[in-house]
């Protein structure tokens, strides 16, 4: 089992910036690729960013490109979201998730998911 909490999420004006942590414990984290996923109300659960177990490999979504950036610290168990330049479309409940080894962009490969934490872009 690998739990995920999730931190950092809040209020924010656009144009601003957030950066969201995910602290994972239980099994050897760096077995594992991580995924940062959103939900806004009505919408389904779409991808972000995904990081490869080691770090060396990075992926974006398209709408997050440019202005997002996933990184990993395996000394520290976490994950990390860095959020640039937010839109109010950024909206959502974001959740981390983690797989062994392989980044993909759907939820339903994700074996294990945090609870969650709001971000909520102003205009």
């Known amino acids: 089992q690998v739990q995920l909490v999730e931190s950092g999420g809040g209020l924010v004006q656009a144009g601003g910036s957030l950066r969201l942590s995910c602290a994972a414990s239980?099994?050897?984290?760096?077995?594992?690729?991580m995924g940062w996923f959103r939900q806004a109300p009505g919408k389904e659960r779409e991808f972000v960013a995904g990081?490869?177990?080691?770090?060396?490999?990075?992926y974006y979504a398209d709408s997050v490109k440019g202005r997002f950036t996933i990184s990993r610290d395996n000394a520290k168990n976490t994950v990390y979201l860095q959020m640039n330049g937010l839109k109010p479309e950024d909206t959502a409940v974001y959740y981390c998730?983690?797989?062994?080894?392989?980044?993909?962009?759907?939820?339903?490969?994700?074996?294990?998911w945090g609870q969650g934490t709001q971000v909520t872009v102003s205009s």
């Open positions: 998730a983690a797989r062994r080894i392989v980044v993909t962009q759907k939820p339903s490969e994700y074996n294990y």
């Open positions: 239980g099994r050897t984290f760096n077995n594992y690729a």
């Open positions: 990081i490869s177990w080691s770090g060396a490999n990075t």
